[in-house]
């Protein structure tokens, strides 16, 4: 069974240091992985995905992801915080060959300090 | 603008009515999810419709029913609401072809039952 870990529920920073929000994935076969925003009170946006292409993801607005295989990871990092990046952080996985289905993280609050 | 349209946006519903969530996609993909959102738990898939004519339970289908009723329609029914389903409902789609595929969210419903 596929399933997802965030394993910080808060983080905070001050403006202008790195971000680090961490992921672990459990899967049975190659996932495609996937890291969704949500400010408050909006919608879903894509940040980035993995889809067994190069292991290096870059995404929108600084943010990128590196799939580690053997440590089953997929960890999101931004090397200098902004106050627009307050928001919740989800990582997702995808059940490609179960008709997609997408199983989400229980999500990571990003609080960025002034 | 091509996407993911939600009906209502909003909506307070007394114990043991019922109501209907619409969503409707304009992408022709093929499959089509339901979620909801509570605070801590990330989304949670209630059903989903890998194709047009099938529909199928996800991790928590109790109360509710779908119809797909076309390739660009699924909604979500609650027959008789209870508070524990106040929350915030997504619906999303997808084309599940090949490894890089991407999914597009409604802007969501937020359900309150009092």
């Known amino acids: 069974a596929q399933s997802v870990t965030q394993l910080d529920s808060h983080v905070s920073v001050s403006e202008g240091t790195p971000v680090l929000l961490r992921c672990n994935y459990s899967s049975s076969y190659s996932p495609s992985l996937f890291w969704y925003v949500q400010h408050p009170n909006k919608g879903l946006q894509l940040l980035l995905k993995?889809?067994?292409?190069?292991?290096l993801v870059k995404g929108i607005n600084g943010f990128e992801a590196e799939f580690k295989k053997s440590e089953t990871s997929f960890h999101l990092t931004k090397p200098s915080a902004h106050m627009s990046d307050a928001a919740e952080y989800f990582c997702v996985v995808s059940k490609r060959n179960q008709g997609g289905k997408l199983i989400f993280g229980q999500g990571t609050e990003l609080s960025v300090k002034p | 603008n091509a996407g993911v349209t939600q009906t209502p946006k909003f909506q307070v519903l007394k114990t043991g009515q019922s109501m209907t969530l619409q969503c409707a996609q304009d992408m022709n993909h093929n499959s089509m999810y339901w979620y909801r959102q509570d605070p801590g738990m990330g989304l949670r898939l209630i059903y989903y419709?890998?194709?047009?004519?099938?529909?199928d339970k996800g991790e928590v289908p109790n109360g509710y029913n779908v119809s797909r009723l076309n390739k660009r329609e699924f909604s979500l029914r609650l027959e008789s609401a209870a508070p524990s389903q106040t929350s915030v409902y997504f619906c999303?789609?997808?084309?599940?072809?090949?490894?890089?595929?991407?999914?597009?969210f409604g802007s969501g419903t937020r359900l309150t039952v009092v």
């Open positions: 993995y889809t067994s292409a190069a292991t």
């Open positions: 419709s890998a194709s047009e004519g099938t529909t």
């Open positions: 999303a789609s997808t084309q599940p072809q090949g490894v890089d595929y991407g999914y597009t």
